[in-house]
């Protein structure tokens, strides 16, 4: 039987998503090769970019050439830290500042990168936008808010969620265990986590995991995200620095490619199955050392020398294409499914 108040939530959550709809398939008209008019979210206002499309921070990976290229297609390019590299990082981020005039942000991997001057490099370096994550979102959140950051955080669990927002955080990266990279070792699925976090806070929210195209966007804004974030999908991409012996593996991965690794311990980790994975699967075990010179793999294309932190979604990515064209083929897609959820408001 339904209570009063579920039954308040059911009826708010339909007017929500007929707003959504209405809002979502009467933008502007654009070509269906033109850039596509911007997508107006809570996400694209508070960070002024023109699509809901936030490039996960992959460490290597996420640098200038990737990252100005996402957010010079409107979407959100993010520099990562979790290689550790804090000079060449910083190098990065003044490439960015010649590549690209739209805006940007820095992710903080707390596991990776525990030097507390962090804080004051990133503000030093002018960026505005922030997001943490493999840690305690109490340790920086109130340093980088008080420099007039804004500040996300990447969350596997309800519970983490909570004590996220609880520390001032202005937002949500909700990543779910189908994603690539460092995983809390009991995964829960984007589906089932999106929509729990969403109905217990009020912050905005990027949905990660599994995204990789307009219709997996939609999902991801029909389970309560306001944007979307982007890994394997991005690893793949033309403008990607990784070798195309790691571009091509994704491109002809099946969706049962990847393999969890430190299900029994710590940290949880989602790759590519090879060789080397298939060994690691059933370790109890799994300890950083197995991943070798990353480099070798990640620019050398030797694809058994280290771990290649793949998301399931590869095996629904057919080919490697400019982040140009992924961004705004994945904004006119998404258009089209909510114009498909219409007839259901």
């Not at 969620?161 to 520390?167: N, T, Y």
């Not at 699925?189 to 990660?208: G, R, Y």
């Not at 393999?259 to 799994?286: I, K, M, Q, W, Y």
């Amino acid at each position: 039987m339904t209570s009063l108040s579920s039954a308040t939530s059911l009826v708010r959550s339909d007017s929500a998503l007929r707003t959504t709809v209405k809002r979502m398939t009467t933008a502007p008209a654009s070509s269906a090769t033109g850039r596509p008019a911007p997508l107006k979210t809570r996400i694209t206002e508070m960070l002024g970019i023109d699509y809901p499309i936030v490039q996960a921070p992959m460490g290597w990976i996420a640098r200038a050439q990737l990252a100005s290229a996402v957010s010079n297609a409107g979407g959100l390019g993010i520099i990562e830290t979790s290689s550790g590299e804090l000079d060449t990082v910083r190098n990065e981020i003044i490439k960015m500042r010649e590549l690209t005039d739209k805006p940007f942000g820095v992710n903080i991997a707390q596991l990776f990168v525990r030097d507390p001057s962090i804080v004051q490099f990133v503000v030093d370096q002018g960026v505005k936008f922030v997001t943490t994550s493999a840690g305690d979102p109490t340790k920086y959140t109130a340093q980088l808010k008080d420099a007039g950051l804004t500040v996300f955080h990447v969350v596997p669990t309800l519970a983490s969620a909570l004590k996220a927002v609880a520390a001032g955080v202005d937002g949500l990266v909700v990543e779910g265990g189908e994603g690539g990279g460092f995983k809390n070792p009991r995964d829960v699925s984007t589906m089932v986590l999106v929509a729990l976090i969403a109905s217990k806070v009020d912050v905005p929210i990027v949905a990660a995991g599994g995204i990789c195209d307009g219709r997996s966007m939609a999902a991801g804004f029909a389970l309560g995200a306001h944007a979307v974030q982007m890994g394997t999908r991005m690893v793949s991409a033309a403008e990607s620095p990784v070798n195309d012996n790691w571009k091509n593996a994704i491109i002809a991965a099946a969706e049962t490619d990847t393999v969890f690794l430190n299900r029994f311990s710590r940290p949880g980790l989602r790759a590519l199955r090879t060789e080397r994975t298939n060994r690691l699967e059933h370790a109890d075990h799994v300890d950083m050392s197995e991943f070798g010179t990353a480099t070798d793999l990640y620019f050398g294309g030797d694809m058994e020398s280290s771990i290649a932190l793949t998301g399931q979604v590869a095996g629904r990515i057919e080919s490697v294409r400019p982040v140009a064209e992924i961004l705004h083929e994945t904004i006119r897609e998404f258009r089209a499914v909510a114009g498909e959820f219409a007839q259901y408001a």
